[in-house]
């Protein structure tokens, strides 16, 4: 008579593949024999195979968050392999690395590798490689390099550390910060951007810009839809048709119609009702500074063209060398204000559930 108690082969389905050696995988996991990135690349090809992480926690050892980081950091690997990298940081991250490299899968190939070779040349440890690759991405998201700073992973995280310097009131807390982005800072012009703070130490610091009044669409029911009015009974067939035809385009339902002329319909809000002169214009979050935030999208501004005079918690609408720009002004300016910015609107959030399946998108 046979045992019937299952035992950790029995939990783990049993591939069709002929050329996956179950055995052979768990045993090298259990064993942990090769490097590192082997180990993601077993985990990788049995998950993909069928077999539940907790199966193969089981038989291995290996805790389902570890599963990940391997699974991950190798991929990660993999990428910059292919991006290219010297013979030192090759060595260095078959070695070890996965929690450093997971890290790095917030990042383009590209921004990898050159991510990878920096944290090498500087010895980084974890929480240093986590701060770099987030300043990173931040840094990704400008369309035009700030003043000073160059296309390069220190000065990216040298940038990050320079804003939030420049914003920090508490001396102590200012000095910190500002030997944070020097130990980061790679360009000579990116130091003396950081330097610069060095002298304003005892002058106050310099007030932040206000934050923008933003919105967001959030239900279904919040998105208006505008519909043409062809009058009111008795009606004839020519009045039906003069009724103009039109589209609604893009995430704000703008309506186009007699050549260049569009319309977009807003909620009831109160700060829409009370505007006396409201204008509509369409931009990227890119286009309004540091202070935007947030994911990069198009948003919408509506300004209030009535409103024209300056207030210090503002943002205004103004002409700069023919093209119309969104400032704020610290103080009283004599430049002509064209309406003040009373609401920026994001467009409604689309939720893709196939994203929380790929493991670039799992966070910890």
Same mark, same amino acid.
């Given at each position: 008579m046979t045992d019937s108690s299952p035992g950790y082969e029995d939990r783990i389905?049993?591939?069709?593949?002929? =050329?996956?050696?179950?055995?052979?995988?768990?045993?090298?996991?259990?064993?942990?024999?090769?490097?590192?990135?082997?180990?993601?690349?077993?985990?990788?090809?049995?998950?993909?195979?069928?077999?539940?992480?907790?199966?193969?926690?089981?038989?291995?050892?290996f805790e389902p968050i570890q599963?990940?980081?391997?699974?991950? $950091?190798?991929?990660?690997?993999?990428?910059?392999?292919?991006?290219?990298?010297s013979d030192e940081v090759r060595s260095h991250f078959t070695?070890? $690395? =996965?929690?450093?490299?997971?890290?790095?899968?917030?990042?383009?190939?590209?921004?990898?590798?050159?991510?990878?070779?920096?944290?090498?040349? #500087? =010895?980084?440890?974890?929480?240093?490689?986590?701060?770099?690759?987030?300043?990173?991405?931040?840094?990704?998201?400008?369309?035009?390099?700030?003043?000073?700073?160059?296309?390069?992973?220190?000065?990216?995280?040298?940038?990050?550390y320079w804003k939030l310097a420049k914003q920090q009131a508490d001396l102590q807390e200012r000095s910190r910060l500002i030997a944070r982005g020097l130990m980061f800072a790679n360009s000579q012009t990116a130091r003396q951007q950081i330097e610069q703070l060095l002298t304003q130490g005892l002058s106050p610091a310099q007030r932040p810009a206000p934050n923008w009044p933003f919105y967001r669409l959030e239900a279904d029911e919040g998105l208006p839809r505008l519909i043409p009015v062809a009058g009111q009974f008795p009606l004839a067939q020519a009045d039906l048709k003069e009724v103009p035809i039109f589209?609604?385009? $893009?995430?704000?339902?703008?309506? #186009?119609?007699? $050549?260049n002329q569009a319309w977009v319909c807003l909620p009831g809000w109160q700060v829409v009702s009370k505007a006396e002169d409201p204008v509509a214009i369409i931009c990227h979050t890119s286009q309004l500074g540091e202070k935007a935030g947030g994911k990069p999208e198009d948003v919408l501004v509506l300004i209030d063209r009535s409103q024209r005079k300056w207030e210090d918690n503002s943002y205004f609408l103004v002409e700069q060398s023919g093209q119309l720009e969104f400032h704020w002004f610290e103080q009283a300016t004599d430049v002509p204000l064209l309406g003040r910015v009373i609401?920026?609107?994001?467009?409604?959030k689309i939720i893709d559930e196939g994203l929380s399946k790929?493991?670039?998108q799992i966070d910890e």
């Amino acid at each position: 008579m046979t045992d019937s108690s299952p035992g950790y082969e029995d939990r783990i389905p049993q591939s069709a593949e002929a =050329s996956l050696n179950v055995e052979d995988l768990l045993q090298k996991l259990r064993r942990k024999e090769g490097t590192w990135v082997e180990w993601g690349q077993a985990c990788t090809t049995l998950q993909k195979a069928g077999h539940n992480p907790q199966a193969i926690f089981e038989a291995t050892g290996f805790e389902p968050i570890q599963q990940n980081q391997v699974m991950v $950091g190798a991929q990660v690997f993999t990428s910059i392999v292919n991006a290219g990298m010297s013979d030192e940081v090759r060595s260095h991250f078959t070695r070890k $690395g =996965s929690d450093i490299l997971y890290e790095l899968r917030i990042l383009a190939q590209a921004e990898r590798a050159t991510a990878a070779e920096f944290i090498v040349a #500087k =010895s980084l440890d974890l929480d240093n490689s986590r701060d770099l690759a987030r300043a990173m991405k931040e840094y990704s998201r400008y369309r035009t390099l700030p003043a000073g700073f160059e296309n390069h992973p220190g000065d990216a995280a040298a940038y990050h550390y320079w804003k939030l310097a420049k914003q920090q009131a508490d001396l102590q807390e200012r000095s910190r910060l500002i030997a944070r982005g020097l130990m980061f800072a790679n360009s000579q012009t990116a130091r003396q951007q950081i330097e610069q703070l060095l002298t304003q130490g005892l002058s106050p610091a310099q007030r932040p810009a206000p934050n923008w009044p933003f919105y967001r669409l959030e239900a279904d029911e919040g998105l208006p839809r505008l519909i043409p009015v062809a009058g009111q009974f008795p009606l004839a067939q020519a009045d039906l048709k003069e009724v103009p035809i039109f589209e609604e385009t $893009g995430p704000f339902n703008i309506v #186009k119609y007699a $050549g260049n002329q569009a319309w977009v319909c807003l909620p009831g809000w109160q700060v829409v009702s009370k505007a006396e002169d409201p204008v509509a214009i369409i931009c990227h979050t890119s286009q309004l500074g540091e202070k935007a935030g947030g994911k990069p999208e198009d948003v919408l501004v509506l300004i209030d063209r009535s409103q024209r005079k300056w207030e210090d918690n503002s943002y205004f609408l103004v002409e700069q060398s023919g093209q119309l720009e969104f400032h704020w002004f610290e103080q009283a300016t004599d430049v002509p204000l064209l309406g003040r910015v009373i609401l920026v609107l994001r467009p409604k959030k689309i939720i893709d559930e196939g994203l929380s399946k790929d493991l670039w998108q799992i966070d910890e």
